[in-house]
């Protein structure tokens, strides 16, 4: 299997499905990470532009850790919204991960750029495979299903599936410790601790479901994304 995982961040997918991810790439699937901004207002003190360039340095470690293939999209912090060219981007990259599963924001995710992305992912992820609607890449072959991954602290989001990820929380844990810089970013603007805040969450999902650590996911149930069998690890 193709999985594509888009986040809005460089960290949102580690934080939310890298375990599952490091499951995926264990087994032998191709696995690829889109971050669709640059991350460049993720700092009090360190220049946008700067930042940028050491959130993408972060994001290619923290994707390495599981040989996983990584689509910087080098969109703006904070800025980004659906427009036709922003919707041809999205479809051409789907076109070029070639996915069997897609997993991304949830639609109503607490922060702008996750919500805008999710819109977007799942719009283009229909049209993707639409021969006549032109990219650089050729049409996908399928409608992709859509797993939406669950936001910070999981507030309101009843999960319909869950990923043991006791054998590759470590794996998690270290990808997300590659971005240091919002290691130190999220202790001053919201007073976390990163790693604690996300060995905490996978604790949590872990209880619901019997296991030490775990992932949950909601499914897109939309026509024609849904399939019979189960299709994450």
Partial sequence: MRILAVGAHPDD???????????????????????????????????????????????????EIIG??????????EWVFSNRETREDFIDMIREARPDLIIT???????????QVSQLVFD???????????TTHLAHEKVTPIYYMEPPAGQGFNPTEYVDISDTFQ???QMLACHQSQVKWLKEHDNIDFLEFMETIAKCRGLQCGVAYAEGFRRANVWPRVVAQRVLP
């Fill in 171 to 173: 794996l998690k844990r």
């Fill in 68 to 77: 996983a293939e990584m689509i910087w999209m080098d969109y703006a912090d």
């Fill in 105 to 115: 924001h949830l639609p109503d995710d607490y922060h702008p750029d996750h919500r």
């Fill in 13 to 63: 997918i580690e934080l939310a499905c890298g375990g599952t991810l490091s499951k995926y790439s264990k087994r032998g699937d191709q696995v690829v990470m889109a971050y669709v901004t640059n991350g460049n207002m993720g700092h009090k003190e360190i220049p946008p532009e700067e930042l940028a360039q050491i959130r993408k340095a972060e994001a290619k470690r923290a994707t």
């Fill in 124 to 134: 283009a992820s229909f049209l993707a495979s639409v021969p006549h609607v032109k």
